[in-house]
């Protein structure tokens, strides 16, 4: 993880001369982290280009992918699934709080969308242990910054459970995610 964390660094700071976004540009997002699902934990990907409507506002398409094991609870025992991996489609919109006077921009954002939930597996139980899980509409709230092409945020995705033979599956997760943009042009001073 050490290393992950210092790679990233080393990205962010490569493209720090650039600066963040302007108006009318559109920007690429790449981003990698860690989640956290009840009980469980995970990786995650992500992708989103976006399109900048003003000059602290933007929307876009984010496509991320997490892979992690989580709890099943079924009768008040909770057991962990094996790794599997969840997509969610959602269209976002951030809004940043930054006069243009600095390269670091704070942000709130929020996307709706869909999440195609992976099947759940017990390798406990035999290799027939499966628990096909389907996608559910769901939304996702976020909060972090941006300083010049560096970003870090920590998201809640907002994923509605899923019931199968009285098991409850909770498929809402936390993330905390680092990355870096191209393209967008600059804050405006």
């Known amino acids: ?8 660094v080393i990205i962010a700071g490569t493209f720090q001369m650039a600066q963040a976004q302007e ?6 997002g790449l981003d990698f982290g860690y989640t956290m699902p009840d009980g469980g934990g995970g990786l995650l990907f992500g992708i989103e ?5 003003a000059d602290n506002m933007n929307v876009g398409i984010r496509f991320e ?5 989580k709890n099943v609870t079924d009768s008040g025992v909770s057991l962990e699934a094996d ?11 951030d809004y940043y709080f930054n006069n243009g006077s600095s390269s670091f921009a704070p942000f709130v954002g929020a996307g709706v969308g869909f999440s195609a939930l992976a ?8 290799p027939d242990a499966e628990a096909e899980v389907d996608g559910k509409f769901g939304g996702m709230i ?3 910054f941006e300083w010049g092409k560096f970003r870090a945020a920590v998201n809640y995705n907002l994923i509605g459970k899923t019931e199968i033979d009285g098991a409850e599956i909770k498929n809402s997760y936390l993330g905390i995610s680092l990355g870096f943009y191209v393209g967008g042009g600059k804050w405006k001073k």
């Open 142 to 144: 976020r909060t972090g």
């Open 119 to 126: 099947n759940l597996s017990f390798e406990d139980f035999g």
């Open 1 to 8: 993880m050490k290393k992950f964390l210092v790679a990233m």
């Open 83 to 93: 790794l599997a991996a969840s997509s969610s489609y959602l269209g976002t919109f």
């Open 23 to 28: 108006e009318g540009k559109f920007r690429a």
């Open 65 to 69: 992918s997490a892979i992690m094991a």
């Open 49 to 53: 280009p976006k399109y900048n409507v």
